[in-house]
């Protein structure tokens, strides 16, 4: 079984959302580029090396580590340097989403956290411009992110089977046998071949095949850095005024209206804000005077 004094995992389930932008809505199909038959984004860097844990093999911070090894390239590519991203770095931002519990974290949550609020990674702040979800079954989504967004963001339920073959060296495949689940875990995809995708976790690059990925992987996500600036949908690969456009819809406040100056509403909602545990929050509820056009 599992060595739970070696591996650490950390995703939660996955949190649907039906705001959640879909990649697919902002890919523009003339303009993406051919893909590669086989890509990793780190053979175009001659300095990076990336063996890091970011002790992921002590706690479940795997949705933090992950953000970690994205960051790592953004800033390789952006700045041209491998910054030096700690595990102090990793766990502190864990610990600071998790109040301070070891429990692991929702990689949605997590996400709207980077983005809003950034993270201190190298003593500096870092966070993304936007995020879209993949489709899991669409392999050219995942494609594209890795050769055009410098990886994806992604998530899975371990089987057994994955651990013992991780510890021999050997590719994730799908077993024979029943395997059970021992944990979800979220990994950095920084590459793809035929075999598979290839992920990086706990120190190491590993290897899946296709099928591994269409079973246990139910969550994958591409990133927009902050600085990415391809504003022109008529040659960009990716229509960002439209993702900008759709993410300040969602991301907007709501405006409170104004209660109504009749006596017998406002009695009403004074009521029902007697009941925050059944609303929530105070003042959810507002009566409003809706007046009919003549």
């Not at 339920?157 to 875990?185: C, L, M, N, R």
């Amino acid at each position: 079984m599992v060595d739970r004094m070696k591996y650490k995992f950390g995703k939660l389930p996955k949190k649907i959302d039906t705001r959640t932008l879909q990649l697919k809505n902002y890919l523009i199909e003339k303009n993406l580029p051919l893909l590669p038959d086989s890509y990793n984004i780190d053979d175009q860097y001659d300095n990076l090396v990336d063996t890091n844990t970011y002790d992921n093999t002590k706690y479940g911070d795997c949705v933090i580590a992950g953000r970690a090894h994205m960051t790592l390239r953004f800033e390789r590519y952006e700045q041209r340097i491998v910054i030096p991203i700690s595990d102090d770095d990793v766990v502190n931002e864990y610990f600071k989403e998790t109040n301070g519990i070891d429990r692991g974290l929702v990689m949605l949550n997590s996400l709207n956290k980077w983005r809003k609020n950034g993270w201190i990674a190298a003593n500096k702040l870092y966070n993304i411009h936007a995020y879209a979800e993949i489709d899991i079954k669409n392999y050219d989504e995942l494609k594209y992110c890795i050769y055009l967004l410098n990886g994806a963001y992604t998530g899975f339920s371990v089987p057994q089977s994955a651990i013992d073959q991780f510890s021999k060296g050997e590719v994730w495949t799908v077993p024979s046998f029943y395997s059970p689940i021992v944990g979800g875990h979220c990994v950095y995809v920084k590459a793809y071949n035929s075999i598979g995708p290839i992920c990086v976790t706990w120190g190491k690059d590993q290897q899946m095949t296709w099928e591994f990925w269409n079973k246990y992987f139910d969550e994958a996500y591409g990133v927009i850095d902050n600085t990415d600036e391809w504003i022109d949908p008529t040659v960009n690969p990716l229509d960002i005024p439209k993702l900008d456009k759709q993410l300040s819809e969602i991301t907007s406040e709501p405006v409170n209206p104004e209660p109504s100056p009749c006596i017998f509403g406002r009695t009403i909602a004074k009521i029902l804000n007697m009941f925050p545990y059944v609303l929530r929050r105070r003042g959810r509820f507002k009566y409003v005077n809706v007046r009919r056009n003549k």
